[in-house]
């Protein structure tokens, strides 16, 4: 009922000529990885050349961050320019840009709601860190930052957005969360939006995880009933490892 995603965040990782070398190995690899949502989130700088190479591929392309507004804010980009750029999608609110970069829940709201407003798809991050998971505080951290991020969104805008559970301790730490770990949040997280929203919006909606994710931990993932695919870091830097947990670790 709810197609899978795989999404690949590089960060700040690769040049033009390093995405295009990318994109030219996994293309015609894809037909593997069938019923499957490939999204991928190069740096900005990549985003028109990879929107030409993909132009005949089903792979869609995301930006890593946005600012709500348009103009005179230097060094920002905007939804409205992503798309020109040949996006179809958006990753916000990701602990990076919380922790390095203090982007609070009301701002996080402001981007999502600008870049729904131009028709992108949302993913959206929320997660705990080892501290609040080590003081049980990890559901009240999750509600929190959801119930500050959907703010003043509606069944429609919830059509597109996606959500990522990423537990900061598990990102880029080699450490996944335990297949049963994520399940709970994923649960957790349904049934929030169910509240928040209703059982349609909460039933339709895809939660990915993200953390750590590897050819190997993939398969027990994707086995639990609240999760609907996966943000990937590392192990998306490469064409080969990115294309097996695609395919689910069956690669
Ligand atoms: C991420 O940064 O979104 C992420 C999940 O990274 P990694 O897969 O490297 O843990």
Same mark, same amino acid.
């Given at each position: 009922? !709810?197609?899978?995603?795989?999404?690949?965040?590089? &960060? +700040?990782? &690769?040049?033009?000529?390093?995405?295009?070398? /990318? #994109? !030219?190995d996994l293309k015609p690899a894809l037909s593997k990885a069938a019923n499957v949502e490939i999204i991928l989130a190069p740096p900005f700088t990549a985003l028109s050349v990879l929107a030409e190479a993909l132009t005949d591929s089903p792979v869609l392309l995301a930006g890593q961050n946005c600012y709500p507004e348009q103009g005179a804010f230097t060094g920002e980009i905007s939804p409205r320019l992503l798309r020109d750029a040949g996006c179809d999608a958006v990753i916000l609110g990701h602990s990076e840009r919380r922790q390095l970069f203090g982007e609070t829940g009301e701002f996080i709201n402001r981007?999502?709601?600008?870049? +729904?407003? %131009?028709?992108? =798809?949302?993913? /959206?991050?929320?997660?705990? $860190?080892?501290?609040?998971? =080590?003081?049980? =505080?990890? /559901? &009240? #951290?999750?509600? %929190?930052q959801l119930c500050e991020g959907l703010t003043d969104l509606d069944g $429609?805008?919830?059509?597109?957005?996606?959500v990522a559970y990423e537990p900061v301790w598990a990102i880029g730490t080699g450490q996944t969360a335990s297949s049963e770990q994520a399940q709970e949040a994923h649960q957790f997280i349904r049934n929030l939006l169910a509240s928040l929203f209703d059982r349609v919006v909460a039933d339709n909606t895809r939660i990915l995880y993200g953390g750590s994710v590897t050819p190997n931990n993939i398969a027990g993932l994707m086995a639990q009933p609240d999760i609907d695919g996966a943000l990937v870091g590392g192990a998306s830097l490469q064409a080969e490892s990115f294309l097996q947990i695609a395919e689910f670790g069956k690669g």
């Open positions: 009922m !709810r197609t899978p995603i795989i999404a690949g965040n590089w &960060k +700040l990782n &690769k040049t033009i000529d390093e995405a295009l070398a /990318f #994109v !030219r981007k999502i709601r600008a870049a +729904l407003k %131009e028709e992108l =798809q949302v993913i /959206f991050c929320v997660g705990e $860190t080892l501290r609040e998971r =080590q003081s049980n =505080q990890t /559901f &009240k #951290v999750l509600e %929190e $429609t805008g919830m059509a597109r957005l996606v």
